[in-house]
């Protein structure tokens, strides 16, 4: 059964005969008659019960018209909305917990006020799950970090971070690895973009941290900052933000680490009106192009050494 054949079906009831639906539909009367014809074997019932040249629907064509109103004006509704430009729908997006919470606020307040007809969904992993969570279709776009490929997704760079070394407060000055009263390092789970430009640093010099402190929130992190717990690497928005912010010291990092980018990303081919709409509002953030840093592969005793790639990182 298709749609077509439901069309002709309610052509047939709505014109009150074979004939005036042939004439609405712009076909011969035989085309129309054959198309009842089939469709009633294929359902095995009686539509219509034929008195002379008139039909009157049957108890099972009652039945079935409902049904095909309904599916001929989903199927109505559906076809609008592909070429619906306004906003509308559920949009799932995901983030990085620090740039929900301090990025994301105003833009999204915004956002809901402008597009009312759109049901927002927020969800917070870390990066390397963001990814994921686009590829199996869980979410629409999402706010991240580290390297994106190319091959399944498109991207926007939003966001550029100025990352800060978080100390204790009264803390000396750090200007390298060797500056740190304590070697451990508060991170985020492997594979977290700030863990790895924090392992760059310590690499810089020559360095590797003595110990490492997993923690699951950023909040959490700075907790432990402030005690003197260790000391750790994250935008310094992030910190400025903090309610001990007087509790702890921000050390600033040399030019080659300092930089990282939060892009706003999507599956190739999936851009929509609701994804428009944040970019549109997220515009006036765009990042500004700026070096990225690739690290070479370790020489006998040697430091690491930086080379600089300079990309753009504008739409």
Same mark, same amino acid.
């Given at each position: 059964?298709?749609?077509?054949?439901?069309?002709?079906?309610?052509?047939?009831?709505?014109?009150?005969?074979?004939?005036?639906?042939?004439?609405?539909?712009? =076909?011969? @009367? /035989?085309?129309?008659?054959?198309?009842?014809? @089939?469709?009633? !074997?294929?359902?095995?019932?009686?539509?219509?019960?034929?008195?002379?040249?008139?039909?009157?629907?049957?108890?099972?064509?009652?039945?079935?018209?409902?049904?095909?109103? =309904?599916?001929?004006?989903?199927?109505?509704? #559906?076809?609008?909305?592909?070429?619906?430009?306004?906003? =509308?729908?559920?949009?799932?997006?995901?983030?990085?917990?620090?740039?929900?919470?301090?990025?994301?606020?105003?833009?999204?307040? !915004?956002?809901?006020?402008?597009?009312? %007809? &759109? @049901?927002?969904?927020?969800?917070?992993?870390?990066?390397?799950?963001?990814?994921?969570?686009?590829?199996?279709?869980?979410?629409?776009?999402?706010?991240? #970090?580290?390297?994106?490929?190319?091959?399944?997704?498109?991207?926007?760079?939003?966001?550029?971070?100025?990352?800060? +070394? &978080?100390?204790?407060?009264?803390?000396?000055?750090?200007?390298?690895?060797?500056?740190? &009263?304590?070697?451990?390092?508060? &991170?985020?789970?492997?594979?977290?973009?700030?863990?790895?430009?924090?392992?760059?640093?310590?690499?810089?010099?020559?360095?590797?941290?003595?110990?490492?402190?997993?923690? /699951?929130?950023?909040?959490?992190?700075?907790?432990?900052?402030?005690?003197?717990?260790?000391?750790?690497?994250?935008? =310094?928005?992030?910190?400025?933000?903090?309610? !001990?912010?007087?509790?702890?010291?921000?050390? #600033?990092?040399? #030019?080659?680490?300092?930089?990282?980018?939060?892009?706003?990303?999507?599956?190739?081919?999936?851009? /929509?009106?609701?994804?428009?709409?944040? +970019? !549109?509002?997220?515009?006036?953030?765009?990042?500004?192009?700026?070096?990225?840093?690739?690290?070479?592969?370790?020489?006998?005793?040697?430091?690491?050494?930086?080379?600089?790639?300079?990309? %753009?990182?504008?739409?």
């Amino acid at each position: 059964m298709e749609l077509s054949d439901l069309t002709v079906f309610r052509t047939v009831v709505q014109a009150g005969g074979i004939t005036r639906a042939a004439e609405k539909l712009n =076909r011969v @009367q /035989s085309n129309v008659s054959t198309r009842i014809r @089939q469709l009633e !074997e294929q359902l095995g019932v009686a539509l219509f019960i034929r008195s002379g040249k008139k039909l009157h629907l049957s108890p099972a064509g009652k039945v079935l018209l409902g049904y095909a109103d =309904r599916l001929l004006d989903l199927a109505t509704e #559906a076809r609008e909305s592909v070429h619906d430009t306004r906003p =509308r729908g559920v949009f799932r997006l995901g983030s990085m917990e620090s740039t929900a919470s301090v990025r994301l606020p105003a833009p999204l307040s !915004e956002y809901c006020r402008l597009y009312p %007809d &759109v @049901q927002f969904e927020l969800r917070t992993a870390h990066s390397y799950n963001l990814t994921g969570l686009l590829l199996r279709g869980e979410i629409d776009a999402a706010l991240t #970090a580290g390297v994106i490929p190319d091959g399944p997704f498109e991207k926007l760079a939003i966001y550029e971070e100025e990352m800060v +070394i &978080v100390t204790t407060a009264n803390h000396p000055p750090v200007k390298s690895p060797r500056d740190a &009263v304590s070697r451990t390092v508060l &991170v985020f789970e492997h594979g977290c973009p700030y863990r790895k430009r924090l392992e760059e640093w310590f690499a810089l010099k020559g360095e590797m941290p003595e110990r490492m402190i997993e923690m /699951s929130s950023y909040q959490a992190m700075l907790g432990c900052a402030v005690i003197g717990m260790g000391i750790s690497m994250l935008p =310094r928005i992030v910190v400025s933000s903090f309610p !001990e912010r007087k509790r702890l010291s921000i050390h #600033a990092l040399p #030019a080659k680490v300092n930089k990282e980018i939060t892009w706003l990303v999507w599956r190739k081919g999936a851009r /929509s009106p609701k994804l428009n709409a944040l +970019i !549109e509002i997220l515009a006036p953030h765009l990042a500004k192009p700026v070096a990225v840093k690739e690290p070479r592969r370790l020489k006998g005793k040697n430091a690491p050494r930086l080379t600089t790639k300079a990309i %753009d990182l504008r739409p």
